[in-house]
């Protein structure tokens, strides 16, 4: 007599085993769906601080916190750092110009310490103790007009980065009159205080913009890059000529058009020029420069301005990345940036794209 095959009785372990195993699948695929349409789900912010508008989309299950926390890092940072606010700790270091010393927070001295280095590169065209003649322009201050040359010229030996003296905490003006104007670093700067609250909250995916100066952190969540837009100078708010894609990176933009006022005709820009006083007459309309640090970008960015075309392209050629749009309606672009580089569609006949080998 054959052997009947008859399956092996299962005894009631083996299905309480089975459904504890299906179970446990069905959480662990629920958890990755989850997880990736938390990854994948953009989260958007609109505030303004540092006198412009704070932009910021990011991806990731933390995200609206940490956009919330950048917002509230970029107030405190800006009721520290801004020279209008009255409890900044620039405010009182210029208060007491000529005077003793002031303690500010070691973030403030670390920034001003590297602000003082690189105006050191700028070759005169750069100086945080710009603020004497900014105010006297009054353009950020709300209150602009040409001042008198002969108060220009009362001003201008009050500028001078190399005489600010910063020991460990304590940062002194010997000077009385001589101020500190944190406005062609401070924007860039403060990418930095966004980076680290991304990192801390475990955000890969992020862009923010200040004011037109803007932070990339890393790829959008399906491995694709962000693109940025060159702005029209010419155009309204939000229209760009050209873009490109970059990643774990700062782009500071300085050009005329962000800022400036109108009398008997004449335009005058917000970027003065050290060396004379007056607005910077430069033959940039608009130049990006672009850096892993903000601060460094922000730096360049004002600087390229001030030196103009030449200065500029030899700061390209040298390495440096930057997008620059001259007075003739040429397009000087980094050739790091050309893979991803677009001018948009109908205007090849506005602007003539020179790639710059270099950086
Ligand atoms: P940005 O938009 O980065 O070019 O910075 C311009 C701002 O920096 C102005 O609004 C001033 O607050 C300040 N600023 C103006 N001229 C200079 C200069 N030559 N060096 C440093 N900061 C400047
Ligand atoms: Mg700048």
Redesign the pocket.
Known sequence: MENEARPPRRGYKYWIVAGVCLLLTVAIVAGILFYNAQQSRQYTSATFAMDTMVTQSAYGPHAAQAMQQVNVALAEYENRLSMFKLHSDIVAINASAGGPGVEVAPETADLLRQAVLL?AQSKG????T?APL?KAWG??GGNPHVPQQSEIEVLLPLVDDEAVQIDGNVVTLPEKGMAI?L???A??AACAVAAEIYTDNKVESALLSIGGNIYVKGTKPDGSQYRIGFRDPTGPDGSYIASFCMEDSVI?V?GGY??FFEQDGKTYI?????QTGWP?ESDIVSVGVLHADGAVA?FY??TL??WGREGALQFMQNGGVAILLDDTGTLYVSESLRGSFKLNEGLEESYNVVFVPGG
Not at 270 to 274: A, E, L, R, V
């Open positions: 105006s065209a750069f100086a945080i710009i900014t353009i950020t104007d406005g062609g670093i924007k860039g500071a300085s962000e800022r917000h970027i003065i020029n050290p910077a922000d960015s004002t301005f001030v």
